[in-house]
């Protein structure tokens, strides 16, 4: 087993509300509650949850763009929670990313030569000329763009051709790991198959490590080794990319299976009637202000009385990783199975 | 006038993309006469400023030493007259521009040396930095400009370059507002943090990546301002603490003609007056025209838009019993060098009452123009150039917009992909959903409201008394897109149109809206055309489907038809790239390429170049849409292709 290239140890990360003049003091948002994973070269690890889960947040803190309140971030091995700013060139030159929108990721005043070349000139000191012209060719090729895109400004491409862009851009500087905070999200279908084999050549290419971040796990199962379900800051299920997705052991990770529809009428009829079981007009408690017990109680259709009193602790589940969950401690005590017989027959019963 | 314009748009030695980009600016700003008119103004204001002996015949501070020709009006030796030392006032006005420029000048590099790079700092640092320059920029802001002006005089001098330095310190106020502004906005910006993540310093950030996008506002901004500053400069001469009382500043010859104290002297106010309005009106007029046509969408006004077309002759039947029965629908978009892109052609399609037609194609295949133009709302310079469209039975191809509004909000409802955006944020949610119902029925005003709160409860928002007093940011994404359908559904509607209604939800909201939908469908029998490009969302909610590819129909099919044995080798592309279809880990299949621009619509079958199984005989001859049963499939080699259901083939 190789070493992990990034560990995230027990993080937390919350936004103190801030008191203004005339104002009552917000309260403070809790957007990740103590998540740990670790990501080794060649391997992807997904994140996948919705909006307001805290996934992206993951994501800023790892890049250090928003402070972090408890844990410990280590880049292959070394702790990189806090870069000091002299240390944040060498950080840099590890960590990159793809984000979400195509669009206003990239500056619409620069040519494709600028937004790929900076990285170059900033991190191994290459000016402007032809030997950073021919890195930048190799970069574009390498994401399966033709050389007459050096000259193109954004709005003169597509968004496939800008993720593709954007993918180089992380690429020049040659890092560890490259964070894809919903990269392929607002891609049409067609496109979004491309740029995900765009991203598996360049894994295979370059070893770099991927966090994918995604809200639909049809799309992070396809592209991860490993995945984590996140809810309200906290990771409730994480494991093998394919146990999790066959055998979900957390009712939130069975309702965003159930939720992502598949081309297929009839397996959609099924996926439908299961989606159905989950409660429609509840709505996730705000990070602000968190329950006590597990914060997805009140939407579950399978809640119990202890669910509602306490945070469930993390328990080995039966696809190797693990869950958070009473339903495998206490009540039915499905000890880390599937959780979806019971929810159906819980909803058949009804 | 117009030969400056073209020689400057023409001349641009930049490469070719840039100096596209660039002339069309050129372009749009000439277009406007005034702009013109101004340009030329501020034009000759330079030329007199750098070489004033070319424009004036008479020395400015010479008069008549005779002093016989003392204020004479305008003759041919003096065009404007003379003052009262018989001084030639338009040599005088000539020369005044010096002073004017040299204001400008002063003023502004003060203004933008301190406030650009200070609304820069303040902006991006934010916090205790922000609010202390602030708190100083908004005391200094508050008073009078004058006021600071005369400060600094009394501090220095009082001469005209310490007045505009007291002015420039004022206006520099403006620029902290305008820089820090636009660096609050563009930090928020994804490419600035894609910008840290590469590992720029923030001066880097601020030069390179902010600055630029300041200019535009920027120019607007000093155009603007330089004519406030000649103005003002004016003002400081006139009541004597700028230009000495000898100068040809044109501030000063105002105060001359009140000093004169004789009648003949009032014409004097004419020629420095009228230099001054026509100035400041030239930098107002100049600023506005930069800001119009900094605007990417002006362009397309220009081009000539046919009135009215005359449609010919369909051949198609509408179909009898359809909500919304389309035939052979055409649009046709004005291009550069009179062409013509037609971005939809020969589209029909029906919906029955009760029925759900589902529309998927990529973005750019046409499925929201052909809603857009069968409803009567072709975006403007597009029109309809061949088609017949009828709604509930009635023609409704060429309906005056006026009856159009009374069938749209009432038999037609809308749900759009943005669910806050499509709410206006400054009214309360139930004001929005009572003003169709105002509009449209003859409800009072507590009916109305009685009825908004059935809505939201039907669509399952809870506690909807409470909601109805609420703004829509108040809303999650979700709630905010069953207040969309609560909207559509207010007056009964017999047609519902979804367009891409769940693309921008969370997918558990996603499934929950569709649920909503599909029940709201079943209690009110309406038909619903939902358009997406999500094949998922089609197998869970459509009846029919219509396949679109770059503006025409493709394919049509029942839904279990259509996924379990696609014709048309673009159906079978879309689902064979959907990450759903495939178990494992390996590559995606993919549609190589993109959807082409209408202006590039190759000639033969528009997906050839795409398709894996093109011929040369798809490349030149046009494929048709041809009968497959009850379904239709245009494809010169369906036949041939037996394609099966197509989950787990490559996985």
Same mark, same amino acid.
């Given at each position: 087993?190789?070493?992990?290239?990034?560990?995230?140890?027990?993080?937390?990360?919350?936004?103190?509300?801030?008191?203004?003049?005339?104002?009552?003091?917000?309260?403070?948002?809790?957007?990740?509650?103590?998540?740990?994973?670790?990501?080794?070269?060649?391997?992807?690890?997904?994140?996948?949850?919705?909006?307001?889960?805290?996934?992206?947040?993951?994501?800023?803190?790892?890049?250090?763009?928003?402070?972090?309140?408890?844990?410990?971030?280590?880049?292959?091995?070394?702790?990189?929670?806090?870069?000091?700013?002299?240390?944040?060139?060498?950080?840099?030159?590890?960590?990159?990313?793809?984000?979400?929108?195509?669009?206003?990721?990239?500056?619409?005043?620069?040519?494709?030569?600028?937004?790929?070349?900076?990285?170059?000139?900033?991190?191994?000191?290459?000016?402007?000329?032809?030997?950073?012209?021919?890195?930048?060719?190799?970069?574009?090729?390498?994401?399966?763009?033709?050389?007459?895109?050096?000259?193109?400004?954004?709005?003169?491409?597509?968004?496939?051709?800008?993720?593709?862009?954007?993918?180089?851009?992380?690429?020049?500087?040659?890092?560890?790991?490259?964070?894809?905070?919903?990269?392929?999200?607002?891609?049409?279908?067609?496109?979004?198959?491309?740029?995900?084999?765009?991203?598996?050549?360049?894994?295979?290419?370059?070893?770099?490590?991927?966090?994918?971040?995604?809200?639909?796990?049809?799309?992070?199962?396809?592209?991860?080794?490993?995945?984590?379900?996140?809810?309200?800051?906290?990771?409730?299920?994480?494991?093998?990319?394919?146990?999790?997705?066959?055998?979900?052991?957390?009712?939130?990770?069975?309702?965003?299976?159930?939720?992502?529809?598949?081309?297929?009428?009839?397996?959609?009829?099924?996926?439908?009637?299961?989606?159905?079981?989950?409660?429609?007009?509840?709505?996730?408690?705000?990070?602000?202000?968190?329950?006590?017990?597990?914060?997805?109680?009140?939407?579950?259709?399978?809640?119990?009385?202890?669910?509602?009193?306490?945070?469930?602790?993390?328990?080995?589940?039966?696809?190797?990783?693990?869950?958070?969950?009473?339903?495998?401690?206490?009540?039915?005590?499905?000890?880390?199975?599937?959780?979806?017989?019971?929810?159906?027959?819980?909803?058949?019963?009804? | &006038?117009?030969?400056?314009?073209?020689?400057?748009?023409?001349?641009?030695?930049?490469?070719?993309?840039?100096?596209?980009?660039?002339?069309?600016?050129?372009?749009?700003?000439?277009?406007?006469?005034?702009?013109?008119?101004?340009?030329?103004?501020?034009?000759?204001?330079?030329?007199?400023?750098?070489?004033?002996?070319?424009?004036?015949?008479?020395?400015?501070?010479?008069?008549?030493?005779?002093?016989?020709?003392?204020?004479?009006?305008?003759?041919?030796?003096?065009?404007?007259?003379?003052?009262?030392?018989?001084?030639?006032?338009?040599?005088?006005?000539?020369?005044?521009?010096?002073?004017?420029?040299?204001?400008?000048?002063?003023?502004?590099?003060?203004?933008?040396?301190?406030?650009?790079?200070?609304?820069?700092?303040?902006?991006?640092?934010?916090?205790?930095?922000?609010?202390?320059?602030?708190?100083?920029?908004?005391?200094?802001?508050?008073?009078?400009?004058?006021?600071?002006?005369?400060?600094?005089?009394?501090?220095?001098?009082?001469?005209?370059?310490?007045?505009?330095?007291?002015?420039?310190?004022?206006?520099?106020?403006?620029?902290?507002?305008?820089?820090?502004?636009?660096?609050?906005?563009?930090?928020?910006?994804?490419?600035?943090?894609?910008?840290?993540?590469?590992?720029?310093?923030?001066?880097?950030? +601020?030069?390179?990546?902010?600055?630029?996008?300041?200019?535009?506002? +920027?120019?607007?901004?000093?155009?603007?301002?330089?004519?406030?500053?000649?103005?003002?400069?004016?003002?400081?001469?006139?009541?004597?603490?700028?230009?000495?009382?000898?100068?040809?500043?044109?501030?000063?010859?105002?105060?001359?003609?009140?000093?004169?104290?004789?009648?003949?002297?009032?014409?004097?106010?004419?020629?420095?007056?009228?230099?001054?309005?026509?100035?400041?009106?030239?930098?107002?007029?100049?600023?506005?025209?930069?800001?119009?046509?900094?605007?990417?969408?002006?362009?397309?006004?220009?081009?000539?838009?046919?009135?009215?077309?005359?449609?010919?002759?369909?051949?198609?039947?509408?179909?009898?019993?359809?909500?919304?029965?389309?035939?052979?629908?055409?649009?046709?978009?004005?291009?550069?060098?009179? &062409?013509?892109?037609?971005?939809?052609?020969?589209?029909?399609?029906?919906?029955?009452?009760?029925?759900?037609?589902?529309?998927?194609?990529?973005?750019?295949?046409?499925?929201?123009?052909?809603?857009?133009?069968?409803?009567?709302?072709?975006?403007?310079?597009?029109?309809?150039?061949?088609?017949?469209?009828?709604?509930?039975?009635?023609?409704?191809?060429?309906?005056?917009?006026?009856?159009?509004?009374?069938?749209?909000?009432?038999?037609?409802?809308?749900?759009?992909?943005?669910?806050?955006?499509?709410?206006?944020?400054?009214?309360?949610?139930?004001?929005?959903?009572?003003?169709?119902?105002?509009?449209?029925?003859?409800?009072?005003?507590?009916?109305?409201?009685?009825?908004?709160?059935?809505?939201?409860?039907?669509?399952?928002?809870?506690?909807?008394?409470?909601?109805?007093?609420?703004?829509?940011?108040?809303?999650?994404?979700?709630?905010?897109?069953?207040?969309?359908?609560?909207?559509?559904?207010?007056?009964?509607?017999?047609? +519902?149109?979804?367009?891409?209604?769940?693309?921008?939800?969370?997918?558990?909201?996603?499934?929950?809206?569709?649920?909503? &939908?599909?029940?709201?469908?079943?209690?009110?029998?309406?038909?619903?055309?939902?358009?997406?490009?999500?094949?998922?969302?089609?197998?869970?909610?459509?009846?029919?489907?219509?396949?679109?590819?770059?503006?025409?129909?493709?394919?049509?099919?029942?839904?279990?038809?259509?996924?379990?044995?696609?014709?048309?080798?673009?159906?079978?592309?879309?689902?064979?790239?959907?990450?759903?279809?495939?178990?494992?880990?390996?590559?995606?299949?993919?549609?190589?390429?993109?959807?082409?621009?209408?202006?590039?619509?190759?000639?033969?079958?528009?997906?050839?170049?795409?398709?894996?199984?093109?011929?040369?005989?798809?490349?030149?001859?046009?494929?048709?849409?041809?009968?497959?049963?009850?379904?239709?499939?245009?494809?010169?080699?369906?036949?041939?292709?037996?394609?099966?259901?197509?989950?787990?083939?490559?996985?």
């Amino acid at each position: 087993m190789t070493a992990p290239f990034l560990e995230v140890e027990n993080l937390h990360v919350h936004f103190a509300g801030r008191s203004r003049l005339f104002r009552s003091a917000m309260p403070t948002v809790k957007a990740v509650n103590g998540i740990s994973f670790a990501i080794e070269p060649h391997r992807t690890f997904g994140l996948v949850g919705e909006s307001g889960s805290g996934k992206s947040t993951v994501a800023r803190a790892v890049l250090q763009l928003t402070d972090v309140t408890a844990g410990t971030i280590r880049l292959d091995g070394a702790d990189v929670t806090r870069v000091p700013r002299e240390a944040e060139l060498a950080f840099r030159k590890r960590v990159q990313a793809v984000l979400q929108d195509p669009y206003s990721s990239l500056n619409q005043v620069h040519q494709v030569r600028t937004i790929v070349g900076d990285g170059i000139t900033r991190h191994f000191g290459i000016k402007p000329g032809p030997e950073r012209e021919q890195r930048i060719l190799a970069l574009l090729d390498e994401v399966g763009l033709a050389g007459e895109f050096l000259d193109r400004y954004p709005y003169e491409m597509s968004g496939g051709q800008r993720q593709r862009v954007s993918i180089a851009r992380a690429l020049a500087v040659e890092p560890g790991l490259i964070i894809a905070d919903e990269a392929t999200s607002a891609l049409d279908v067609s496109i979004q198959s491309q740029v995900i084999n765009v991203l598996r050549r360049v894994q295979a290419d370059t070893g770099v490590a991927f966090l994918f971040i995604g809200h639909d796990l049809d799309v992070v199962r396809h592209v991860s080794d490993d995945v984590g379900v996140m809810y309200l800051g906290y990771l409730v299920e994480q494991g093998g990319a394919d146990g999790v997705y066959d055998l979900p052991a957390h009712p939130y990770t069975e309702m965003l299976i159930a939720s992502v529809p598949v081309p297929d009428p009839a397996a959609q009829a099924e996926r439908r009637a299961l989606r159905q079981t989950f409660k429609k007009d509840t709505e996730p408690p705000s990070p602000s202000d968190l329950p006590v017990g597990c914060p997805f109680a009140n939407r579950c259709p399978v809640a119990m009385d202890i669910c509602t009193e306490l945070m469930p602790e993390a328990t080995a589940a039966r696809h190797g990783g693990h869950v958070r969950c009473h339903l495998h401690t206490s009540g039915p005590v499905l000890a880390g199975e599937s959780v979806v017989p019971y929810i159906r027959s819980a909803s058949t019963a009804r | &006038m117009s030969d400056a314009s073209t020689a400057v748009a023409v001349s641009a030695p930049q490469p070719v993309q840039a100096a596209r980009a660039r002339s069309g600016f050129w372009m749009r700003l000439f277009r406007n006469p005034l702009t013109v008119a101004a340009a030329v103004w501020v034009t000759l204001l330079l030329l007199a400023w750098l070489w004033p002996g070319l424009l004036a015949p008479h020395d400015p501070y010479a008069g008549d030493v005779t002093l016989t020709r003392t204020f004479e009006g305008p003759s041919w030796d003096h065009w404007l007259g003379t003052d009262g030392q018989g001084r030639d006032l338009y040599s005088r006005v000539v020369f005044g521009a010096r002073f004017a420029v040299n204001s400008i000048l002063i003023a502004m590099v003060v203004a933008i040396g301190l406030g650009v790079p200070l609304g820069l700092f303040s902006g991006w640092r934010g916090g205790r930095a922000d609010r202390v320059v602030m708190w100083v920029n908004d005391v200094l802001f508050s008073l009078p400009i004058v006021l600071l002006a005369m400060a600094v005089i009394i501090i220095l001098e009082p001469s005209l370059p310490s007045a505009m330095l007291g002015v420039g310190i004022a206006m520099a106020t403006r620029f902290v507002r305008l820089t820090r502004a636009v660096t609050l906005a563009e930090k928020e910006e994804l490419y600035v943090d894609a910008a840290r993540i590469t590992g720029l310093s923030p001066p880097a950030i +601020l030069r390179r990546y902010i600055t630029p996008n300041l200019l535009p506002s +920027l120019i607007v901004q000093v155009a603007i301002i330089s004519g406030a500053v000649i103005l003002i400069g004016a003002t400081l001469s006139f009541l004597g603490i700028g230009a000495k009382l000898d100068d040809p500043d044109w501030g000063v010859m105002l105060a001359r003609a009140r000093f004169d104290f004789r009648l003949e002297g009032i014409w004097q106010i004419v020629p420095a007056g009228g230099a001054l309005v026509l100035t400041v009106l030239a930098f107002n007029l100049l600023g506005d025209g930069i800001r119009d046509s900094l605007g990417r969408d002006a362009a397309s006004s220009s081009l000539t838009v046919p009135r009215k077309v005359a449609l010919p002759p369909v051949v198609q039947l509408h179909a009898s019993g359809a909500v919304l029965s389309i035939r052979d629908l055409a649009v046709g978009f004005p291009a550069p060098g009179g &062409m013509v892109n037609r971005v939809l052609s020969d589209v029909s399609l029906e919906v029955f009452p009760g029925e759900t037609l589902g529309v998927v194609g990529e973005s750019g295949s046409g499925k929201s123009m052909t809603m857009l133009a069968a409803l009567g709302l072709t975006p403007a310079p597009g029109y309809l150039s061949q088609g017949s469209v009828s709604f509930d039975g009635r023609e409704v191809t060429f309906l005056p917009e006026q009856e159009w509004q009374e069938i749209r909000g009432r038999d037609i409802g809308m749900i759009f992909q943005e669910p806050v955006a499509a709410l206006n944020p400054a009214l309360r949610v139930g004001r929005q959903l009572m003003q169709s119902l105002l509009v449209h029925t003859d409800m009072s005003k507590s009916q109305a409201r009685a009825r908004a709160a059935e809505l939201l409860a039907e669509v399952q928002v809870p506690d909807p008394e409470r909601r109805l007093d609420q703004y829509p940011h108040e809303f999650s994404g979700g709630m905010a897109q069953r207040v969309g359908i609560a909207m559509a559904l207010a007056c009964e509607p017999k047609l +519902l149109i979804a367009d891409e209604p769940t693309t921008a939800l969370d997918v558990t909201v996603q499934g929950q809206t569709l649920d909503l &939908m599909a029940e709201v469908q079943q209690r009110h029998g309406m038909a619903v055309i939902l358009i997406t490009h999500d094949l998922g969302v089609i197998a869970d909610a459509a009846d029919r489907v219509l396949v679109m590819y770059a503006g025409q129909v493709v394919e049509t099919a029942s839904v279990s038809t259509l996924f379990s044995r696609p014709r048309h080798p673009y159906t079978r592309a879309l689902l064979d790239t959907m990450p759903q279809s495939h178990r494992g880990h390996g590559d995606l299949p993919v549609i190589g390429g993109v959807v082409p621009s209408a202006a590039a619509w190759p000639d033969g079958c528009r997906f050839a170049p795409r398709c894996e199984f093109a011929t040369d005989q798809c490349r030149t001859s046009v494929p048709l849409l041809e009968a497959v049963g009850t379904d239709l499939v245009r494809c010169v080699r369906h036949a041939e292709f037996e394609f099966g259901p197509h989950a787990e083939t490559s996985a």
